[in-house]
């Protein structure tokens, strides 16, 4: 019979002295996404694996407390199945046994953009499932449970890291029971990776050891999100996601609708910049469908039966860590997830880098074990940082259209500005194009796949793609990008390309084996104009 979590993690923290000796031993903080991803790479090069989470962890797919914005809509990007799926064979059809909807390749994904040309109806390339954040992480921890060298460890809260007496090296973790103040012990440990999310305490604990912290960067975006699950009726057919993209400008908020196991839709309203916040009570936030920039939501909605009460989740602001930066940091330490890095929700990326992580530690380890080096840490660090870079830099160009919103670290503003107004205009191009032939979606499906980290934003913001499009183009967003361009380039006296590589990050390895992008620099002329 199989124990529930509790008993299985006290038997483990009683017998902790009968481990062998010898066995190597990575200790996980934190059981959510990024841990469990984190276990799983784990566990193919350490004899023991240990995820210390603080909640008590549901048998079936249920929200717990240690995660209070899985309530709230969750897509995984197509980069992040991928991983998913090669470190948890046959995981979408998991998900599908246990009736999450599947959006078949012929279904269409609506997505209202904002630009004068309206609604993309968006065909996808690839199937999509449709599942509760709540039903994926289980469909994940289930599989970790069947792996014998992980064990959880649940109830228990990390209070601080126990470092060896010269304080270069993290050698295990403190944890205390939940609720019991007194009831603390310590476990050893050779690797400790902090996954305990965006609540991480790893700066604090790091500077109470004598540690300088790098100041991280940060998005102060202000964001508000409010959500709540829809029943349709019986005899309504079911349509797909729809996403209708805010208009930062006008204050106008965006909206998702996204359907869901049994026959439920999570729908949702944001808006950023902290002026005002999605409403919050039954009446506005059916008011706010219809106020958004498509009524496509609303129309989806119709006759549909609110089955919960709505939940609002404000995120003040988004940081990410520069642990890399550090003159000094301890071995056998690692932070993954969002207590390295957490993005704007909005843009469906959180999981996606968790699983991007996860990926980046089975390859340093693999080169660690082959290769031994002593900064094995910073570099697993610096590789993470490259291949997150592109969804940083994405979320933050795109909140700092947001009224209000500001940034602070190293990223050029000139370069943030200038991109923005290049998306403006590739976004009116594409879905103009889209919009009018259903048979030209070459341009909108680039933008979907650099949305989705699938290709390089470099692969829309370059020197010919952009006077490809200012040519014979009268639009406002054109007018707006040449007025950018005359000036970076003062006048013409510099190359717009080498204006681009000196303020704009190259991605040089976040794609490594990226697919190709459906727009190529030598046909951009042709794809334009057509
Ligand atoms: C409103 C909202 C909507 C979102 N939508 C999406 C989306 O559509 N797609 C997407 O990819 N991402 C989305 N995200 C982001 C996503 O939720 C996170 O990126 C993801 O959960 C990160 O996983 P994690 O494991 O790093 O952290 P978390 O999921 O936050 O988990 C941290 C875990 O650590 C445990 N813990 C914390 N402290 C301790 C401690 N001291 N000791 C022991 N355990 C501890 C917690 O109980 C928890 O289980 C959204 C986020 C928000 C806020």
């Not at 000796?21 to 469990?36: C, F, H, N, P, Q």
């Not at 797919?61 to 995660?67: E, F, H, I």
């Not at 939501?297 to 006759?303: D, K, N, Q, T, V």
């Amino acid at each position: 019979m199989h124990l529930g979590l509790r008993e299985e993690s006290y038997s483990m923290m009683s017998n902790s002295n009968m481990m062998n000796e010898r066995d190597k031993t990575a200790l996980v903080i934190g059981g959510s996404i990024a841990g469990l991803l984190a276990a799983r790479v784990l566990c193919e090069q350490y004899d023991q694996v240990v995820i210390v989470e603080r909640d008590i962890l549901p048998n079936e797919p249920m929200n717990r407390m240690g995660t209070p914005q899985a309530f709230h809509p969750h897509a995984m990007l197509p980069s992040g199945t991928r991983i998913l799926e090669r470190l948890f064979p046959g995981f979408e059809d998991e998900l599908l046994a246990h009736g999450a909807f599947c959006m078949p390749a012929s279904q269409h994904g609506v997505f209202a953009v904002s630009t004068n040309y309206g609604d993309v109806d968006y065909q996808l390339s690839v199937r999509k499932v449709g599942a509760s954040r709540a039903l994926l992480e289980w469909v994940l921890r289930r599989r970790l449970q069947a792996i014998p060298n992980i064990r959880f460890l649940t109830g228990q809260d990390a209070i601080g890291l126990i470092f060896a007496s010269n304080r270069d090296r993290v050698s295990g973790v403190r944890v205390r029971a939940r609720g019991k103040l007194h009831q603390q012990q310590t476990l050893e440990a050779d690797l400790v990776i902090d996954a305990s999310g965006r609540s991480s305490q790893l700066p604090e604990w790091l500077q109470t050891a004598g540690y300088t912290v790098a100041e991280p960067e940060r998005v102060k975006n202000e964001l508000g999100y409010t959500t709540g699950y829809y029943r349709l009726p019986r005899s309504s057919a079911r349509t797909g996601e729809i996403q209708i993209y805010a208009r930062p400008s006008q204050g106008i908020a965006g909206g998702g609708l996204f359907p869901i196991e049994n026959r439920t839709y999570i729908a949702c309203q944001y808006l950023a910049g902290g002026e005002q916040y999605p409403p919050i009570n039954a009446e506005g936030f059916t008011q706010g469908f219809a106020q958004l920039s498509s009524p496509l939501i609303a129309e989806a909605l119709w006759g549909a039966e609110l089955s919960t009460s709505l939940r609002g989740f404000r995120v003040p602001e988004c940081t990410r860590q520069h642990y890399e930066q550090m003159e000094l940091w301890p071995m056998g330490l690692l932070a993954l997830g969002d207590a390295f890095c957490h993005f704007d929700p909005v843009y469906g990326q959180g999981m996606t880098a968790a699983a991007i992580g996860a990926e980046v530690l089975e390859q340093c380890l693999q080169e660690q074990q082959a290769h031994p080096q002593s900064d094995f840490e910073r570099r697993t660090f610096q590789r993470l940082q490259e291949r997150i870079e592109p969804a940083w830099w994405l979320s933050a160009i795109s909140d700092l259209l947001w009224p209000g919103v500001e940034y602070t670290g190293p990223l050029s503003i000139d370069g943030m500005t200038l991109a923005q107004k290049c998306i403006a205009l590739y976004q009116t191009r594409a879905v103009h194009a889209a919009a009018s032939d259903e048979h030209n979606q070459n341009l909108f499906t680039a933008y979907m796949m650099m949305n989705a980290l699938m290709i390089s934003p470099r692969e829309i913001i370059n020197a010919p793609l952009i006077e490809a499009l200012l040519k014979h183009d009268a639009s406002k967003e054109g007018e707006k990008l040449r007025e950018q361009i005359d000036k970076l380039t003062l006048g013409g006296q510099r190359s717009l390309a080498a204006i681009l590589d000196e303020i704009i990050p190259t991605f040089a390895h976040a794609f490594g084996s990226a697919p190709k992008s459906p727009i190529s620099s030598r046909s951009n002329n042709a794809i334009i104009r057509s």
